[in-house]
């Protein structure tokens, strides 16, 4: 077992909101170029309420979009031989392989990602008490990171 020095929850915390907004500002400018691309449109077809079911297909249609860069970003990054996201690279952390301290390579960082978006998609409570869990694990670990096996450790230069 190597010995890492685990990543207090601020800083971890801290790192979302870095790379939120990373991720936030550039969809956001995608989405408003693509939309200025497409200029308004002129049909003359009448403007009509969506269905329940149209809402949500474009409710799913949304958030599909916006998964798959998140999921390629964080896993990418996670993935990677440092294993960071611009977030964790700003506050010097690093996410690990809890069991030899090297990375955990690009599907396991993804997989990391996508149990985190599963709590979410199934309940906002289960999103929640993953993110806290790092706060009362022994080794700092949330939910996702226990299904992976990783750990976020302070990255020593």
Do not use: C
Not at 52 to 78: D, R, T
């Amino acid at each position: 077992m190597v010995h890492l020095v685990l990543a207090p929850w601020w800083k971890r915390f801290l790192a979302i909101l870095i790379d939120s907004m990373v991720l936030g500002i550039t969809i956001i400018l995608v989405v408003s170029i693509i939309g200025a691309a497409a200029g308004p449109s002129h049909s003359s077809s009448n403007n009509q309420a969506l269905t329940a079911g149209q809402a949500f297909g474009a409710f799913v249609g949304i958030f599909v979009i916006v998964f798959i860069p998140y999921l390629l970003y964080y896993g990418l990054l996670n993935g990677s031989r440092r294993g960071q996201t611009l977030g964790k690279l700003a506050l010097g952390i690093a996410v690990r392989d809890a069991r030899t301290g090297g990375p955990i390579g690009v599907w396991r960082g993804m997989g990391r990602y996508a149990m985190t978006m599963l709590f979410y998609v199934v309940l906002v409570v289960p999103f929640i008490i993953d993110n806290l869990s790092p706060l009362w694990d022994g080794r700092r670990q949330a939910w996702h990171d226990h299904v992976v096996h990783s750990v976020v450790v302070e990255r020593i230069p």
